[in-house]
């Protein structure tokens, strides 16, 4: 694997944020913790000459607070890191742009919880609250490319697969990138017992103090405990009376806990797409680790387990290389211009697409991800289907694999090796 290890990533937000501060008045950037959302603001805040008010320093908070108006009104942008830690600073930047007409620019926040589970944010700017969503590190961003799949297949799918016809990267390579992750703190430690050190402290750190936080978790353990059994589904359909099975929790606890874990950018719940496609569509929604290399760690699954041929082993990297290549494509789609509606869709009778993207016109690309070198006619099933079911609506349809060759394979259907993901045209 190469990139990264003591370098700085550049971030493919960072002239996103620059360009939509010229235009809406408060932008959050949300994500989960040591995530890259404090370099990020403090880029921003150095090239405006202004500083990074830390919210989540105890004292500066509580200067904060006792000043807020104050601290608001005194720079412009004003920049706040982990404002969830003190959700009053939001009444203060809207009566400041109420003063002001609303200009561009106002704000720029951090936040390491979803917007939803911070109801004050939602009340307090509509309308004038714009939240960017910032993900563990892409693998362009590490090698220092700039990925562009998704827009080229989108324009071109046919020239998409023609730029890089074939692919040199092996199972094993592929096994250190999922189990690596995305996170800049863990990439940065050498791979065995320093890195493996660094996302256990995570994982204990977003249970044990952002989670209470949040919300009163009375049983840490057993949040600990859920997200581990998620972290075994991930990539598969969440069914949490099977997940919470022996748990003993109500199923509303369940349903809370695992919010809670979403909430945190732990876990993210793809929803069903295209539920009046097909009457016998699944309503269930997939759950992904949002970094493979915290799942990988909690089930303690190391690069020598994953590259045997073992059929454990090879069920085990089919659902990490599933939610690796979900969130690689989740990144992608995150820095679009347009908003698109993403999903996962399967029928009753077992027909599935891993990834539907749907852009603004109606019009999709789907995704399938299989870890074997070699893509089968029955790997399309899925993909036919939907095809066939969405007419000019379907763009093109890929079946990502571990193999070396991108080609098309049908009519809108084609093969591409996954690394084809930070491979730019």
Known sequence: MSGLPSGMATRRLSPILSDLAQVEPVIALHGPRSVGKSTLLSEFAQSRHVPVIDLDDPATRDAVLANVSTAIGEHTPVCLDEYQHAPEVLDAIKARLNREGGLPGTAVLTGSTRQEALPRAAQALPGRFHVMKIWPLSQGEIDGMVENLVPALRDDPASAVRAHPTSTTTRPEYVDRVVAGGFPLALRRSPGTARNRWFDDYVTQ????????????????????????????????????????????????????????????????????????????????????????????????????????????????????????????????????????????????????????????????????????????????????????????????????????????????????????????
């Open 206 to 425: 977003s249970v044990e103090r952002d989670a209470l936080e949040l919300t009163r978790v009375r049983q840490r353990q057993l949040l600990r405990a859920l997200f581990e059994r998620l972290a075994g589904r991930t990539g598969q359909l969440l069914n949490l009376t099977d997940v919470g099975e022996g748990l003993g929790l109500a199923l509303s606890t369940l349903e809370g806990h695992t919010k809670l874990l979403e909430d945190l950018f732990l876990i993210e719940r793809v929803p069903a797409w295209g539920k009046t496609l097909k009457a016998r569509t699944v309503k269930a929604p997939k759950v992904h680790v949002v970094d493979t290399g915290i799942a990988a760690r909690l089930l303690r699954l190391t690069p020598a387990k994953l590259v045997s041929l073992d059929p454990t082993a090879l069920t085990e990297f089919g659902n990490l290389l599933e939610s690796f290549v979900v969130g690689e494509l989740r990144k992608q789609v995150s820095w679009l211009d347009e908003r698109v509606a993403v999903g996962h869709w399967r029928t009753h009778d077992g027909e599935e697409v891993d990834y539907v993207v749907e852009f603004d016109d109606g019009r999709i690309l789907a995704f399938e991800v299989k870890a074997n070198e070699r893509v089968s006619a029955s790997d399309f099933r899925g993909l036919r289907s939907l095809r066939d079911a969405m007419g000019e609506r379907f763009i093109g349809g890929v079946a990502f694999s571990t193999g070396a060759r991108s080609y098309t394979y049908d009519d809108r259907l084609h093969v591409m090796p996954i690394d084809r993901l930070w491979r730019p045209a």
